[in-house]
C-alpha cells in the first residue's frame, strides 16, 4: 500500500501539465510572429524549446494553457496564421535560449543569450558588434544595428525570423535594461 502511495504523489506533478498546450508551426518566423499577434492580444503564452520527440533543429514552440486554446486559434486565425498542430504538453519542455551572460569590458559591456552576443560602448550606448549563432540572418542584423545607438537600432525581432535573431532580442532586451536603467 505504501508502494501505492508513493507512485500516486510521483505522477500527480505531471498531471498539472495536461492544462498546457503547445502550438508548433512550420518554422520559427512563423512561431515570432504568432507571439506578437498573441502577446499584444493579452494571452498568457511562452515561447519554449519543443519536446524532444519532435524537435527538428532549431525550432520553437508556444506553451499556453489549454483552457485559452479557442482564443488563441480564433486570434492567429484573424492574422491569417496557423500552426500546423496544436498538442497537449507530454512532457518537459526546454528554455529557448540560455539565459544571460554579461561581461563588462571597462568601456564596453556585452550580453549573450545563447550563442548571439550584442556589445555595446557604455559611454555613447552604440553598438559596436553583433555576433554569434549560425542563421542566415545575423549577418543582416548586424549590418542593421552596428554603429547606431540602442535606441535607434532596430529591434532584431521586427526584422529577424529565426531561432538566432529570436536569442539576439533576448540579449537586445537584456543590454537596453543594464544600459538604459543607469
Known amino acids: 500500500m505504501k508502494l501505492f502511495s508513493r507512485f500516486k504523489k510521483k505522477i500527480l506533478p505531471e498531471k498539472k501539465m495536461n492544462d498546457r498546450g503547445i502550438l508548433i508551426f512550420e518554422n520559427t518566423s512563423e512561431v515570432i510572429r504568432a507571439e506578437n499577434i498573441l502577446k499584444q492580444s493579452g494571452l498568457q503564452i511562452r515561447v519554449m524549446g519543443p519536446p524532444p520527440e519532435i524537435r527538428t533543429g532549431c525550432d520553437l514552440v508556444i506553451e499556453f494553457p489549454l483552457i485559452q486554446e479557442l482564443d488563441i486559434l480564433r486570434s492567429l486565425d484573424s492574422e ?95 543590454i537596453k535594461r543594464q544600459c538604459l536603467q543607469s
Open 80 to 174: 491569417k496564421i496557423s500552426p500546423i498542430r496544436v498538442a497537449p504538453v507530454s512532457g518537459p519542455l526546454l528554455e529557448p535560449v540560455s539565459i544571460f551572460f554579461t561581461r563588462d569590458y571597462g568601456s564596453y559591456l556585452m550580453v549573450r543569450a545563447a550563442n548571439m552576443k550584442i556589445t555595446v560602448e557604455k559611454s555613447s550606448l552604440k553598438v559596436v558588434n553583433i555576433s554569434g549563432g549560425g542563421c542566415p540572418d545575423v549577418p543582416y542584423l548586424a549590418a542593421l544595428m552596428v554603429g547606431k545607438r540602442l535606441d535607434e537600432a532596430p529591434a532584431p525581432r521586427s526584422v529577424g525570423h529565426t531561432l538566432c535573431g529570436y536569442a539576439l532580442q533576448l540579449a537586445y532586451e537584456e
